[in-house]
């Protein structure tokens, strides 16, 4: 009988995500995994298979707990520039470097990133009462925006852009 899990699985993944986030997969090693996670080698060997799995696990969360919050507040939002508010103000870190990064290379984030994508998208469309394609250049603009800094002004610039004139 084997010993049982000497760490918490939850934590560590959390903390993957603050890492991998922060550092993206290249920029982590497995080694600044088990001293980052406070997770011995061989644990995380056998509970994740590999960094990729590890990785693929927090990419997963970080969907879960930001991206899938941010669809549901994106619901509530009354006009363009809460909607372009929220987008900006969330945490997608680890989504930005995703596509980025492993997309390109590595089918199975691409496929969850252009999920997660498409579903901002649809949640951007509804919120705004705009078209599909409309929405996918509001969402890469957010991103755009995001990457390159400042996102309260240009938010709000490109959210008068998008208010119907009265």
């Known amino acids: 009988?084997?010993?049982?899990?000497?760490?918490?699985?939850?934590?560590?993944?959390?903390?993957?995500?603050t890492l991998?986030?922060?550092?993206?997969?290249?920029?982590?090693?497995?080694?600044?995994?088990?001293s980052h996670l406070g997770v011995?080698?061989?644990?995380?060997?056998?509970?994740?298979?590999?960094?990729?799995?590890?990785?693929?696990?927090?990419?997963?969360r970080h969907l879960a707990d930001d991206v899938g919050p941010l669809l549901d507040d994106l619901a509530g939002a009354p006009d363009a520039a809460a909607a372009l508010r929220l987008v900006t103000?969330?945490?997608?870190?680890?989504?930005?470097?995703?596509?980025?990064?492993?997309?390109?290379?590595?089918?199975?984030?691409?496929?969850?990133v252009n999920a997660a994508l498409a579903a901002v998208d649809?949640?951007?469309?509804?919120?705004?009462?705009v078209s599909a394609d409309l929405a996918t250049a509001v969402t890469a603009a957010a991103l755009g925006i995001v990457l390159r800094g400042n996102p309260d002004n240009a938010a709000t610039a490109l959210a008068?852009?998008?208010?119907?004139?009265t």
Request: glycine letters at 8%; a negative charge.
């Open 40 to 60: 011995h080698r061989n644990s995380l060997y056998k509970t994740f298979g590999s960094k990729r799995g590890l990785y693929l696990t927090a990419l997963r």
């Open 160 to 165: 008068q852009r998008l208010s119907p004139r």
């Open 20 to 34: 991998f986030g922060g550092r993206a997969y290249d920029g982590v090693s497995v080694d600044d995994l088990v």
């Open 89 to 112: 103000s969330t945490d997608l870190g680890l989504l930005l470097l995703a596509i980025t990064e492993r997309a390109p290379v590595d089918e199975e984030v691409a496929a969850e």
């Open 1 to 17: 009988m084997g010993r049982p899990r000497a760490f918490d699985e939850d934590e560590a993944v959390r903390a993957a995500v």
């Open 122 to 129: 649809r949640a951007v469309a509804d919120a705004l009462g």
